[in-house]
């Protein structure tokens, strides 16, 4: 949180083509994965009616007349990856965006009916899996709700950023606070129990007592969960555009570091454990579906600037909506990044996401995979060293974990642990 030293990964930025990425069929014909088969699937839905001036996300203005060839395109894509997994049991969807509940219901429930025809979705029908979409709370309404109960998602994450009018001004995000609550009792009417908000906090003017009537402010509504996430002023925004003209002055560090330990004791005390540095939940109530991402679990991805994990690649697919609607002809998007399997690149990307979660990071298996790459030594080192800065718990236990002083520099203990495995 203090430092946010920015950890750049080695990316092919070569473009690739979605045949390196999904197994090939066997020579009989059968389509069936040649690796561990994907628990997860994340939609991207790029449209917004305005652009919030932090936002780096893909998403564009929404004037609804895309919408249809959109959701064309995405049925292809899903049914093209799906071929590769026929009736894939699927723990998880995470539908993210832009505002995924921008998309008119008619097109909702397209996009649901084929979700379940190729998918099995058993799991998340039982309530064992999760289903999840971000929404916007100025556009949930009874209508939209109750097609997405009906499609089966259970789990809604809101935009709620701050209950402070003048701070949601800051940001350029246009919605009336009031509706926040509104919503949220509007998607558990509709039968969606499970869910979340998301806050900023060191956003520009705003101070520990604003953040602390937030803190209060979220606790009374009904949620299960909360991320909380300081504000990062993201290359290419409008804020950053603001910050570089001297239009305002960001948050101290000391009062960021301050807002973050308020909002992990007042989270705390109330039953909100933190198992992620900027996530909290009640227990039983973590997002599987983030878990999934941040244990490098392999997952499927559709729509534009979607990234997905199969096989061992990463890739991404291209984030312009007029690029993305040109699929191939089999239904693949076009991709602009991949990365092809590499064994120290996959524990690189481990390191940095495993090492942020409560639960930390598996040491045995990371000192394993450390030891094909023959860095054993240097990981093991670089553990120790964070140990002795304080930012590491026990450097010989199976788990490394960070102490509450580590959260503070999670993505530098995570640099430190990636620069071991550098030459
Ligand atoms: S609503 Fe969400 S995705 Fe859309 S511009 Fe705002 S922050 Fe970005």
């Given amino acids: ?84 997994f026929p009736d894939l049991p699927l723990e998880t969807v995470f539908v993210g965006g832009g505002t995924p509940t921008l998309l008119a219901p008619k097109l909702w429930e397209r996009l649901l009916a084929e979700l379940h025809s190729v998918f099995d979705l058993s799991e998340i029908r039982d309530g064992k899996g999760e289903f999840s979409v971000e929404c916007n709370p100025e556009t949930v309404d009874n209508q939209i709700a109750e097609v997405l109960a009906g499609g ?26 009031d509706r926040v609550p509104e919503a ?30 937030d803190l209060e402010h979220a606790l009374s509504l009904p949620i299960e969960h909360i991320s909380a ?11 950053t555009a603001r910050l570089n003209r001297g239009q305002f002055s960001r948050a101290p560090e000391k009062l960021e570091v301050d807002m973050y330990n308020h909002c992990l004791a007042t989270f705390d005390a109330a039953g909100f454990k933190r198992y992620e540095v900027s996530n909290h939940a009640k227990p039983g109530a973590e997002c599987l579906h983030n ?14 600037s979607a990234s997905g994990h199969l096989n061992g690649y990463r890739w991404k697919n291209t984030p312009r909506l007029d690029d993305y609607l040109k699929l191939s002809d089999r239904g693949f998007a076009p991709i602009c990044d991949i990365e092809p ?46 140990h002795d800065s304080g930012w590491i718990e026990h450097p010989y236990a199976e788990r490394w974990v960070l102490t509450d002083h580590g959260f503070l520099f999670a993505d530098r203990v995570g640099g430190e642990l990636i620069g071991a495995l550098l030459d």
Avoid at 31 to 54: D, E, G, M, V
């Fill in 1 to 84: 949180m203090t430092d946010d030293t920015a950890i750049s990964l080695p990316m092919q930025r070569s473009i690739g083509s979605s045949r390196q990425v999904f197994a090939p069929r066997s020579a009989s014909g059968a389509a069936y994965p040649n690796t561990t088969p994907p628990k997860s699937l994340y939609i991207h839905i790029p449209f917004c009616f305005h652009k919030c001036h932090y936002c780096d996300f893909y998403s564009i203005v929404d004037r609804q007349d895309r919408q249809a060839a959109f959701t064309d395109r995405l049925i292809r894509e899903l049914r093209a990856q799906a071929s590769y």
């Fill in 152 to 177: 089966g998602v259970n789990r809604a994450s809101i935009g709620a950023q701050s209950f402070n009018t003048d701070h949601l001004k800051a940001l350029e995000r246009h919605h009336n606070p």
């Fill in 184 to 213: 949220l009792e509007t998607l558990g009417n509709a039968g969606i129990s499970r869910r979340s908000i998301d806050l900023i906090y060191a956003i520009p003017g705003q101070t520990l007592e604003d953040f602390d009537a």
């Fill in 229 to 239: 996430y300081g504000l990062t002023y993201e290359p290419n925004t409008a804020m």
């Fill in 291 to 304: 878990m999934n991402y941040w244990r490098s679990e392999p997952w499927l991805a559709v729509g534009p």
């Fill in 341 to 386: 399997p590499d064994t120290r690149r996959a524990l690189m990307d481990l390191l940095m996401t495993s090492i942020r979660l409560s639960e930390g990071v598996d040491a045995v298996s990371a000192r394993m995979t450390a030891s094909t790459i023959e860095k054993q030594d240097q990981l093991c080192q670089a553990v120790q060293s964070c």
